[in-house]
Nanobody, 122 residues
Framework: QVQVVESGGGLVQAGGSLRLSCAASGSIFRLNTMGWYRQAPGKQRELVAT???????NYGDSMKGRFTISRDNAKKMVYLQMNSLKPEDTAGYYCNAFIQTNAFIQSSKLYWGQGTQVTVSS
């Protein structure tokens, strides 16, 4: 079994910072691209950032320059440092990971966490 678990959400004032963490555990042969997505009430889930196993990153347009994604391959973790937070960043933040669970099965499966709430007050 594979689990992806987020932590670090909470309430912060506008202009403040938060750091989210996401841990992958279980039967993991190879941990490939990991990412963060967010979903606000009544809105579609949107890309926040992704990072490959080699460290290549990709960000959603509204996050560039404020958010930084990073990962620790040895710990099987991905982080999201969020600075200069705005009320419109309020959302549930979800971590995902493409995971190869078996050396004999080349394809990766996408796993999602349960999400962590980030609320930014004005």
């Amino acid at each position: 079994q594979v689990q992806v678990v987020e932590s670090g959400g909470g309430l912060v004032q506008a202009g403040g910072s938060l750091r989210l963490s996401c841990a992958a555990s279980g039967s993991i042969f190879r941990l490939n691209t990991m990412g963060w997505y967010r979903q606000a009430p009544g809105k579609q889930r949107e890309l926040v950032a992704t990072i490959t196993s080699g460290g290549n990153t990709n960000y959603g347009d509204s996050m560039k320059g404020r958010f930084t994604i990073s990962r620790d391959n040895a710990k099987k973790m991905v982080y999201l440092q969020m600075n200069s937070l705005k009320p419109e960043d309020t959302a549930g933040y979800y971590c995902n990971a493409f995971i190869q669970t078996n050396a004999f099965i080349q394809s990766s499966k996408l796993y999602w966490g349960q999400g962590t709430q980030v609320t930014v007050s004005s």
